[in-house]
Nanobody
Framework: QVVLIESGGGAVQAGGSLRLSCATSGPIWSAGGLFWYRRAPGKEREFVASIDYKNQITDYADSVKGRFTVLRDEPLGTGYLHMYKLKPGETATYYC???????????????WGRGTQVPVSS
């Protein structure tokens, strides 16, 4: 079974930085885009950043442009979200989502990680 695991979360002071990782395991045949989302307490999940299957085109929410960077070493490798100058309002659970095709499925499907907590203090 394909499993995604986020790591790197933890308490951080406002203005600080973190690097989140999204590791995948399982019978992966190919991978599409990598997406990062977050959900703040009492809020809906929102899009944060993404990188396409070619590791070329990135996209960011307006609120994080210039401060966050999404990376992936290779399409089948670990994904990352570098976060700089974090704000208290960005306290949330951060999730990664990958489009993954397995030999069994023969098609690209969405897989979600369980999330990693990022509490940002003032």
């Amino acid at each position: 079974q394909v499993v995604l695991i986020e790591s790197g979360g933890g308490a951080v002071q406002a203005g600080g930085s973190l690097r989140l990782s999204c590791a995948t395991s399982g019978p992966i045949w190919s991978a599409g885009g990598l997406f990062w989302y977050r959900r703040a307490p009492g809020k809906e999940r929102e899009f944060v950043a993404s990188i396409d299957y070619k590791n070329q085109i990135t996209d960011y929410a307006d609120s994080v442009k210039g401060r966050f960077t999404v990376l992936r070493d290779e399409p089948l490798g670990t994904g990352y979200l570098h976060m700089y100058k974090l704000k208290p309002g960005e306290t949330a659970t951060y999730y990664c989502k990958q489009e993954i095709e397995t030999a069994e499925s023969g098609s690209c499907r969405q897989y979600w990680g369980r999330g990693t907590q990022v509490p940002v203090s003032s």
